[in-house]
Structure formats: structure tokens, C-alpha cells
């Protein structure tokens, strides 16, 4: 797979999920024709948002003075590319030339790109984000993105394939369609987070590290936004037949190079059970040995269970709990707390809680 091809598909996978994504890359390489032909493959009405030439108010509404109900009151307008897309219910929203935006636009832009909130419109939830970039050297009048609106995106580095380009010349120019997600997909972000838990329980320090440099922070680095993306990007993708260097661009471009290799390095050597596999048969569930991966498969599977208790789910996963205890209490004592908060109404209380009683009355989790 060329690079470029690669590059594509996660870009189709990030705005399949909903994760706002941002192409970085030199002037003329078809990022911009790239995003248009995806928007017209998948049939979305795409609205073209060149950030240079935009003011603030344009993401952060006009003020307007309405005298509706007889009192006067300021209201925040929103620009005709935002009412169209909420018309129209869906759709990819694509801000060029991002990093051509001077800091006080990018300060707008904050809350469109994380609450896709325009003025006092809000976008519908399939409405997708997009953005391109050139490098700030290379851009026209370039600024460095502001690490507050960097920690929004996952950052993709779009590859100059000659190879691509010379096929493309001949034969056209392949567009992709955001891939179909499996239905109930989004009910594995828990299940990604515990993944996520686990790793962050050895490796605390990458929980948020912010480049010193402008250069830096104006890319990917990690925080908890950051890993909440990766956790619903690493859900979309095992819902699908997703190759395994499409699944690395992707957690690599939200948290950074560094934090990225490492956490796909831990994903691989933990080699994590199950936790449907768990559920099905929690007479034999085996803890893992290590700390940090025990603690990851139990966060898994009280999310799983957090996401339908019914059908004595509970009390299975309360099962292996129980198994998890006598080999490492503490861990299985934390994540105890998760699975308390999802007890079905009226389900009976398992001999296996007693375990943990005295930390979940002080939590306020059992009477």
C-alpha cells in the first residue's frame, strides 16, 4: 500500500468516526482535491471554509440585537456555510489553508472544531471536520498553529507519491468514500479507554506533555483529549478489516510520534483478553500478571458490561471480578468502581461484591 493510499484511508476512517482530522502538507499535492472528491463519493454537501480570509466573528457568530418577545437581547449570527450544513443535516465542513489563520481566528475556531458550535448554532453530529495545512514556512503569510487548536485534530502527513500522481495523470484520481462503520462500533470506545487506562497507569508522564517549542505544540501531542480520540479512532477501526499501518497514522496523529509508538508497542506485547470472550465463560478468566495490563482488561470489561449490564452481564462480570481479586486486589479494587456505577435495577447484589465492600461504601457505590 503507497503512502499516500494509506494516508487516504485514514483519512476516510477519522471523518467515518466523526474525529476532526487535519492533512498536513506542501502547496499543489491535492490535499484540497482529496477532501472534495471524498465529500462527493459519500454524496455530503461540503462546505469550503478558507480560514485566511475569514474574521473571528465568522466562526464566532455576529452580534445581532433581537427584540424578539418584546425584549432586547444580543444573539451570536452564524455564517450561511454553517445554516446550510445544518439544513441539510450532514455533511463535511473543510477549513483550508488552517494554518494561514492568524491567532485570533484560531482562537474562533476552538469551539467549532471541538463542539462544532457556530455563533449560537450547533452543528449536527454528522457533520465531519476537516482541515489542510501547508507548514508554516511554506505557507502564504504562515503562522504556527496554537497548541490549544492543534490538540483538536488528528494530524496526518500527506506524502508527495510520484507514483500516485503519474497513475492519476493517466487514470484518473481515485477518490475514497469513508468506510461503512459497523453498527453499535461506538460501543467499543469504552473498551479502547481501559486500553488506554492501562498504558497510562505505566507511563503516567504521557498523559498531557506539551511541547516547549511553537513548532511542536502546533502538531500532535498527547492529553486527555487527545487519547479519547485515539480510544474512538482504535473502536472504529476494529470494527472493520482496518490494516494495521492505517490503525498507526491514526493514534500516532493524535498524541505524537513518541507516545504513539510506545502505546501501540504496549497494545501488541500486552496481548489483552477479550472481555465478550471474558464474559461468556468468567470461570476461566485469567489475570494478566502485570499490573498495568490487569488493569486494563478489567477497565475493559466493566466497560463492556457499562455499555449493557442486562441479561446477568453484571453478574458475570462480577465473576470474574471475584477471580481477579485474589491475585491482585488493588487493581481489581479500582476498577471495581466502574462496574458498581452500571448494577441493573433490582439485580441481586453477588457474593463476589464483599470483596470489595468496604472501598465501594466509601465511595458511595453500596449501602
Same mark, same amino acid.
Given at each position: 500500500?503507497?503512502?499516500?493510499?494509506?494516508? +487516504?484511508?485514514?483519512?476516510?476512517?477519522? #471523518?467515518?468516526?466523526?474525529?476532526?482530522?487535519?492533512?498536513?502538507? !506542501?502547496?499543489?499535492? @491535492?490535499? /484540497?482535491?482529496?477532501?472534495?472528491?471524498?465529500?462527493?463519493?459519500?454524496?455530503?454537501?461540503?462546505?469550503?471554509?478558507?480560514?485566511?480570509?475569514?474574521?473571528?466573528?465568522?466562526? =464566532?457568530?455576529?452580534?445581532?440585537?433581537?427584540?424578539?418577545?418584546?425584549?432586547?437581547?444580543?444573539?451570536?449570527?452564524?455564517?450561511?456555510?454553517?445554516?446550510?450544513?445544518?439544513?441539510?443535516?450532514?455533511?463535511?465542513? $473543510?477549513?483550508?489553508?488552517?494554518? +494561514?489563520?492568524?491567532?485570533? %481566528?484560531? =482562537?474562533?475556531?476552538?469551539?467549532?472544531?471541538?463542539?462544532?458550535?457556530?455563533?449560537?448554532?450547533?452543528?449536527?453530529?454528522?457533520?465531519?471536520?476537516?482541515?489542510? =495545512?501547508?507548514?508554516?514556512?511554506?505557507?502564504?503569510?504562515?503562522?504556527?498553529?496554537?497548541?490549544?487548536?492543534?490538540?483538536?485534530?488528528?494530524?496526518?502527513?500527506?506524502?508527495?507519491?510520484?507514483?500516485?500522481?503519474?497513475? @492519476?495523470?493517466?487514470?484518473?484520481?481515485?477518490? %475514497?468514500?469513508?468506510?461503512?462503520?459497523?453498527?453499535?462500533?461506538?460501543?467499543? #470506545?469504552?473498551? &479502547?479507554? @481501559?486500553?488506554?487506562?492501562?498504558?497510562?497507569? %505505566?507511563?503516567?508522564?504521557?498523559?498531557?506533555?506539551?511541547?516547549?517549542?511553537?513548532? /511542536?505544540?502546533?502538531?500532535?501531542?498527547?492529553?486527555?483529549? +487527545?487519547?479519547?480520540?485515539?480510544?474512538?479512532?482504535?473502536?472504529?477501526?476494529?470494527?472493520?478489516?482496518?490494516?494495521?499501518?492505517?490503525?498507526?497514522?491514526?493514534?500516532?496523529?493524535?498524541?505524537?510520534?513518541?507516545?504513539?509508538?510506545?502505546?501501540? /508497542?504496549?497494545? %501488541?506485547?500486552?496481548?489483552?483478553?477479550?472481555?465478550?470472550?471474558?464474559?461468556?465463560?468468567?470461570?476461566?478468566?485469567?489475570?494478566?500478571?502485570?499490573?498495568?495490563?490487569?488493569?486494563?482488561?478489567?477497565?475493559?470489561?466493566?466497560?463492556?458490561?457499562?455499555?449493557?449490564?442486562?441479561?446477568?452481564?453484571?453478574?458475570?462480570?462480577?465473576?470474574? $471480578?471475584?477471580?481477579?481479586?485474589?491475585?491482585?486486589?488493588?487493581?481489581? &479494587?479500582?476498577?471495581?468502581?466502574?462496574?458498581?456505577?452500571?448494577?441493573? !435495577?433490582?439485580?441481586? #447484589?453477588? !457474593?463476589?461484591?464483599?470483596?470489595?465492600?468496604?472501598?465501594?461504601?466509601?465511595?458511595?457505590?453500596?449501602?
Amino acid at each position: 500500500m503507497s503512502g499516500q493510499s494509506s494516508v +487516504t484511508k485514514a483519512l476516510g476512517l477519522a #471523518v467515518a468516526a466523526r474525529v476532526p482530522v487535519l492533512l498536513w502538507g !506542501p502547496p499543489g499535492t @491535492g490535499k /484540497t482535491s482529496a477532501i472534495r472528491a471524498m465529500a462527493d463519493a459519500a454524496g455530503w454537501p461540503c462546505e469550503t471554509v478558507i480560514s485566511s480570509i475569514r474574521e473571528p466573528s465568522d466562526f =464566532a457568530g455576529l452580534p445581532v440585537v433581537s427584540g424578539r418577545d418584546g425584549a432586547a437581547r444580543v444573539e451570536f449570527a452564524p455564517p450561511r456555510w454553517a445554516t446550510r450544513l445544518v439544513d441539510a443535516g450532514h455533511g463535511l465542513v $473543510f477549513f483550508d489553508e488552517i494554518s +494561514t489563520a492568524p491567532p485570533a %481566528v484560531q =482562537a474562533a475556531l476552538l469551539r467549532v472544531v471541538l463542539e462544532r458550535t457556530v455563533g449560537d448554532l450547533t452543528l449536527p453530529p454528522e457533520v465531519a471536520v476537516v482541515a489542510a =495545512a501547508n507548514p508554516p514556512e511554506q505557507a502564504a503569510d504562515g503562522w504556527d498553529l496554537s497548541a490549544p487548536l492543534a490538540n483538536r485534530f488528528c494530524h496526518l502527513d500527506w506524502p508527495l507519491d510520484a507514483r500516485a500522481v503519474a497513475d @492519476g495523470f493517466v487514470g484518473g484520481w481515485p477518490a %475514497v468514500t469513508p468506510p461503512p462503520l459497523a453498527a453499535g462500533w461506538a460501543e467499543r #470506545v469504552p473498551v &479502547a479507554r @481501559g486500553w488506554v487506562a492501562g498504558f497510562l497507569t %505505566v507511563r503516567p508522564e504521557l498523559t498531557i506533555d506539551v511541547p516547549e517549542q511553537a513548532v /511542536t505544540a502546533g502538531r500532535a501531542w498527547p492529553s486527555p483529549r +487527545t487519547w479519547e480520540m485515539t480510544a474512538r479512532l482504535l473502536a472504529a477501526a476494529r470494527s472493520g478489516d482496518v490494516d494495521d499501518a492505517i490503525v498507526s497514522l491514526l493514534v500516532r496523529g493524535c498524541v505524537g510520534l513518541g507516545a504513539g509508538t510506545e502505546f501501540l /508497542t504496549w497494545l %501488541v506485547e500486552a496481548d489483552l483478553p477479550d472481555p465478550e470472550a471474558v464474559l461468556a465463560d468468567p470461570d476461566s478468566f485469567v489475570l494478566p500478571e502485570r499490573g498495568d495490563r490487569a488493569y486494563a482488561a478489567l477497565s475493559s470489561i466493566a466497560a463492556v458490561v457499562a455499555a449493557d449490564p442486562s441479561g446477568g452481564r453484571w453478574e458475570r462480570g462480577w465473576r470474574a $471480578f471475584g477471580r481477579a481479586a485474589g491475585a491482585a486486589p488493588d487493581v481489581a &479494587a479500582a476498577a471495581a468502581r466502574a462496574l458498581a456505577r452500571c448494577r441493573p !435495577p433490582g439485580a441481586p #447484589v453477588p !457474593p463476589e461484591v464483599a470483596t470489595f465492600a468496604p472501598l465501594l461504601r466509601e465511595a458511595g457505590l453500596l449501602a
